[in-house]
């Protein structure tokens, strides 16, 4: 009945190779259960009672933030973080109520924080963050009695000058739940600190560095015997700004008690010399966990402390714009350096009168004394003139409307009306009186007062624009530089020579004897341009924007204070005394 | 009828089965102290026990169906299995459930399943089939290759999930059946050496930055004190500290803290080796043996190739998970997360390890013509 295997020789051959493998195998495993159990047994069995192992997780200090100069603004303190470990206490009751009093948390509090933690019992539970030194000593003395209690030093960041530069620097706080869910595993873990601001979440990769750990073995009494395994953290790299510390405080303090931005940059490789944004915070506050009032406070505050005006904000830009009108007009042909237009005071448009501000009129202008005098009858000639299509053009060429790609997260885009815009989100078709609106920079148009800054440093870099940036390099811990960053173009505009030539004058003619008059300094050629922008906010939004020295421009200038009046009156004294300080003038 | 039950008391390898009934009940007690006092919702100690021992039976089933249907139908449908496996695991990569950043599991009613657990079968089946046919051809190095190709499908899809260690066990299973059907000695050490040789291209083309952590963590756990070396460490005290005798079960002082994330899953050993001592573990391993001895026999008494092959498949199976599991428990291997047979939980896991014992016996009983 049974016929005989058709299996080749071979393959049992190979069958029998590999019971001798399986065999071989098994026998390694006997042997190490063996050596494991029975020579090493009594070893470990000594070691699971009395001994636990305990992992300890080490956070690397994160990389610290100078100013240009390489002068220190933000570093690290350590922070002493107070913890309980399960596993190793025998009575939380006991231990809550000797915990609690040399901490102010209630016994019942302390217990409850254990309890309500389940994942796992060797790892440090947080009880006190950044505990104070006589309580620390106190419990290093009790030590015998808080068995399960754990000191844990712990980097903090430190916020050298408190509000300085706030809203650039940003701040760290916790990972939350959301972060946890995009950025996950294994990357981060619950309770790790990120940047949530400014450049602190903009380079928080680079700042934050690598976490190690270790292994310890500890006694009954939880004091270390050995550390088993010991993976060193890795500190985060440093950043060395663009901002000139001695200038950007000098700002802020010429804007204490103020609203807005100021905003200094070298137009011929985009580094920011200073970014001032009024109100500010202190980031400390959030550095230790922010507490519930605090953030209340500061997020309900209407002054709004934690807008970084200067990308968040969007304003109507007012008469500054009137060079954006004034480079289209000229690109097009429009109007050129001979053309004059008459200003009576006020000019009937497209069926509807438009008025200037001075109501008893320019007279006849040219577009130099135009610019010089911001009149408005002039701009609106031009852009009824220029219509809305063309006008469009040349916003988008200057980058209007775009992100002008700062490092700093959050930025915002503004709003360039154009006729499909209006249609879409007014719902209603273009009007040319919107056109003249816009040809001074009022009605719908917003802008950031960083973009409006790239306008400026567009004209004195002659079409060149370069990207905005705060950091100029990095380097690693011990000193080495990383990466430089060095000027990148961001838009090349290729107006005439002879259009920014035009520009540049009725920006010097503004400085000498138009409305930035009160910009002028003897031993320096400013020039700028003043604006005043009405907005359904209430009081006019004061802006000046400029560079100088006129022939050879070293820096550019943005003043803009919210709801600060007359921008020749109240911004260009600011711009003054800032190129004063940068250009080292005494007064 | 009659004849066929006559044919199977006749015939049956009542050792194997003897071994495989113990295993699953021994898996049971071990698996109740592990989790009775895991939390879960209801508070129920008994809650994993229930669920494995439903998954045994569900195994059993699959185990009867398996043995009834003569292997000689291989034929005509290990293609379907073949491909039908590939389906499956196409659908885990855009249907599937995730957990721990890990796509793994399909979701059929109430229940989740592992398609990469059933595609072992299928791949030991078609691997069969195919080998049995192909013999002679293999002697060309281009021929031999193909295999390794249609494998290697299923361990790109495993890999997508991404699922390292079941990937390795598809390799070992193909690794070793190539090995039993006579190829080469030296195309099998050129393969390997070729894989080593490919891996610095591999490193530096192909795999993303976070999967490249993903490697040095599986070859170095060291580097995450907190992860995988953590529990390697604990698992060693633990399974050292069982002794001669152990703790007695329910009173494992390390396993009963419960301080390993996967006690009752890919560390369950250690909680033998604690609990149960070297007592424990030396039955657990002897009772392995049985069925890997009876496996190897049941391949060398087979009626044919295709028998042997299906044999041999199921035995590195069992093996490479058995060998890899205690390994990595004494901290012989990295954790690379390959479980237990019979022992982890995990309903999945528990049929396929029934299905390759059903496959060992279906070639027991019909070596012989009925």
Known sequence: MRESSTVPEDVKQRLNWLLIFVVICFAILVISLWYLQMIKGEEFKKRAVENCIRSLVEDAPRGRIYDRQEELLVTNRPAVVVSIIPAEVDNLEKLSERLSRIIAISSEEISQIVKNYRENPFKPVKILDDCKTNKIIEIEERKDELKGVVLELKPRRNYLYHDFAAHSLGYVGEIDKEELQRFGNPKFQGGDIIGKAGLEKYYDDILRGEKGGKEVEVDALGQEIATLLYQKPVPGKDLVLTIDKDLQLYGENLFFGKKGSIIVSDPNSGEILALVNRPSFNPNIFANGISNSNWQRLSSDADYPLTNRSVQGLYPPGSIFKVVTAIAALEEGVTDRKRKIYCSGSIELAGQVFTCWKETGHGSLSIVDGIAHSCNIYFYTLGKDLGIERFNEYMQKLGLGEKTDIDLPAEAIGIIPSAQWKKREVKEIWFPGDTINLSIGQGYLLLTPLQVHTIICAIAANGEIYKLHLVKKIISADGKTVMEIKPELYKKVDFSPDTFQIIKEGLRQTILKGTGWRANIKELAVAGKTGTAQNPQGETHAWFIGFAPYDNPEICITVFLENGGEGGEAAAPIARAMLEKYFNIKN | ?370
């Not at chain 2, 491909?83 to 957990?99: D, S």
């Open chain 2, 1 to 370: 009828m009659k004849e066929k039950l006559d044919r199977l008391t006749e015939n049956l390898d009542f050792s194997l089965l003897f071994a495989v009934v113990f295993l699953c009940f021994y898996g049971l007690l071990v698996l109740y102290s592990s989790t009775r006092l895991a939390t879960t919702e209801g508070g129920d100690p008994y809650f994993f026990v229930k669920r494995q021992s439903l998954w045994a039976l569900l195994g059993f089933i699959f185990f009867t169906i398996i043995i009834f249907i003569d292997y000689h139908n291989l034929e005509r449908y290990s293609k379907v299995v073949y491909f039908g496996a590939i389906v499956l695991l196409i659908m885990v990569i855009f249907a599937g459930r995730a957990t721990y950043g890990a796509r793994r599991w399909l979701a059929i009613g109430p229940f989740d399943f592992q398609p990469s657990e059933f595609a072992k079968i299928a791949l030991i089946a078609f691997l069969a089939d195919f080998l049995s046919k192909n013999k002679q051809k293999l002697d060309n190095f281009f021929y031999y290759l193909l295999p390794f190709a249609y494998t290697g499908l299923l361990i790109l899809l495993v890999f997508m999930q991404p699922d390292l260690g079941t990937s390795l066990v598809y390799l070992a299973i193909l690794i070793i059946m190539l090995f039993v059907v006579g190829v080469k000695i030296k195309y099998l050490v050129f393969t390997f050496l070729a894989a080593i040789s490919s891996i610095p291209v591999v490193w530096v083309f192909l795999i993303k930055d976070y999967q490249k952590n993903r490697w040095i963590l599986f070859l170095n756990p060291n580097l995450d004190p907190l992860g995988g070396g953590y529990n390697v460490i604990q698992s060693r005290i633990a399974i050292g500290s069982g002794g001669f005798l152990g703790n007695g079960i329910f009173s494992g002082l390390q396993s009963q803290l419960n301080f390993l994330p996967a006690q009752h899953t890919d560390f369950i050993f250690s909680v033998v080796g604690e609990e149960l001592g070297f007592v424990g573990t030396i039955l657990l391993l002897g009772l392995y043996a049985i069925i890997l001895w009876r496996g190897i026999k049941i391949a060398l008494e087979a009626r044919d190739l295709l028998g042997t092959l299906l044999a041999a498949g199921a035995v590195s199976f069992l093996f490479f998970h058995i060998v890899v599991n205690i390994g990595m428990a004494m901290g012989m291997f990295p954790a690379t997360g390959l479980p237990l047979p019979f022992l982890s939980y995990g309903g999945s896991f528990m049929i396929s390890n029934l299905m390759a014992i059903g496959i060992l016996l279906n070639v027991e009983l019909h070596k012989v013509k009925w």
